[in-house]
């Protein structure tokens, strides 16, 4: 099955068999992002975490009273 990553545009190949490939073929939401993109983006992650100058955003909506 050959893929493309959606950050450098890379095309791969990836045998049908494995579970990514299933998840890809099943639900096309999902998309595929080769291994040295996921790396850079973890290292780039870790490192602004470590930093201190990383937050989460987490969205508190209002509790609706039915």
């Known amino acids: 099955m050959k893929v493309q990553c959606v950050i450098c545009d890379k095309q791969h190949e990836l ?3 494995t579970p990514l490939a299933k998840k890809l073929r099943n639900r096309p939401i999902h998309t595929y992002m080769c291994d040295e993109c ?3 983006i973890e290292e780039k992650t870790k490192a602004r975490h470590a930093s201190g100058q990383f937050q989460l955003y987490s969205f508190k909506g209002k ?3 039915f």
Do not use: A, L, Q
């Open 63 to 65: 509790e609706k009273d």
């Open 15 to 17: 045998e049908n068999d």
């Open 38 to 40: 996921h790396e850079r």
